[in-house]
């Protein structure tokens, strides 16, 4: 098992910034892939950006820019920084981490509320 603790999320006014962190502790297996994504209200889950264990990163379209994914291997940590921030990035956001290869190692985090309004 895996448990994942996420903080940092909380309000934030259009054009500031957050830092989300997320540490992971258990069976961590390696290879893995570290990641964010959020969920707003009436829409679908979806990738924020991702991360390997060697440090590739991946973002969504509509982050690219504005948002950068960083990890610590040794404390088996994700962050994610998120400046110009924008009214249609609330949502809740979930840490996740899976397998590079094996598809069946997947874990989520509790989630974490981001609110970004005047």
């Known amino acids: 098992q895996v448990q994942l603790v996420e903080s940092g999320g909380g309000l934030v006014q259009p054009g500031g910034s957050l830092r989300l962190s997320c540490a992971a502790s258990?069976?961590?297996?390696?290879?893995?892939?570290m990641g964010w994504y959020r969920q707003a209200p009436g829409k679908q889950r979806g990738l924020v950006a991702t991360?390997?264990?060697?440090?590739?990163?991946d973002y969504a379209d509509s982050v690219k820019g504005r948002f950068t994914i960083s990890r610590d291997n040794a404390k088996n940590a994700v962050y994610l920084q998120m400046n110009s921030l924008k009214p249609e990035d609330t949502a809740v956001y979930y840490c996740?981490?899976?397998?590079?290869?094996?598809?069946?190692?997947?874990?989520w985090g509790q989630g974490n509320q981001v609110t970004v309004s005047s």
């Open positions: 996740n981490i899976r397998g590079l290869y094996n598809v069946d190692y997947n874990y």
């Open positions: 258990g069976n961590i297996f390696r290879p893995n892939v």
């Open positions: 991360i390997t264990s060697g440090g590739s990163a």
